[in-house]
């Protein structure tokens, strides 16, 4: 992921996107449409929850959810579709566990701000990774949990894959595992 989507404070990308609790992983990526692969998944994303959704978000946007989002199942493809339509972060007070860990290892920013205020839907919005803040217009800064600094550099690196291809190509690693 490159840093365009980490802009400065009081900088921009895109617009929130604003839903409930427990968004599981059939809203993200419906079952049904799983055979069809990430293009067709990724026009039914959150179709049952905003019908609009994975036709009008647009790189840069950032998804805002509530307690739990991800539950369901271990689905990568949940996480993939977003990336897919180009959400810069999901900003939820909790995470389903697996849905966390994919979103790393795939390179999708996400925070945990356990007291998120009222957010309105189409407000501007951007994120600061390595500072865990989110930015919100007409709101101070959003201090969020911090996130580990090998997770920070494996979203820079794009997600866990290229996160190890890097180091491996670096030297940093061998294809053993063991540090080089």
């Not at 921009?12 to 993200?28: E, H, M, P, S, Y």
């Not at 390179?107 to 951007?126: E, K, V």
Request: hydrophobic share 45%; aromatic share 8%.
């Amino acid at each position: 992921m490159n840093d365009t989507l980490m802009p400065a404070p009081g900088r921009f990308t895109g617009r929130a996107w604003v839903f409930g609790d427990d968004i599981n992983t059939d809203l993200l990526a419906p079952g049904a449409y799983m055979k069809y692969g990430i293009e067709a998944l990724a026009r039914h994303c959150m179709e049952h929850v905003d019908p609009e959704f994975a036709a009008a978000v647009q790189p840069g946007d950032i998804v805002f959810g509530g307690r739990n989002f991800g539950a369901g199942s271990s689905r990568e493809q949940a996480v993939e579709v977003l990336r897919h339509l180009g959400v810069a972060a999901v900003v939820a007070p909790s995470f389903a566990g697996l849905f966390y860990r994919n979103g790393f290892n795939l390179g999708l920013p996400l925070f945990t701000c356990p007291s998120l205020p009222r957010i309105a839907a189409g407000q501007r919005t951007g994120c600061d990774l390595a500072r865990a803040q989110v930015f919100v217009e007409g709101l101070a800064p959003l201090q969020c949990d911090p996130i580990p600094p090998h997770l920070v550099e494996m979203i820079h690196d794009g997600g866990l894959v290229p996160h190890l291809a890097r180091k491996i190509a670096a030297g940093q690693l061998s294809v053993t595992g063991i540090p080089a």
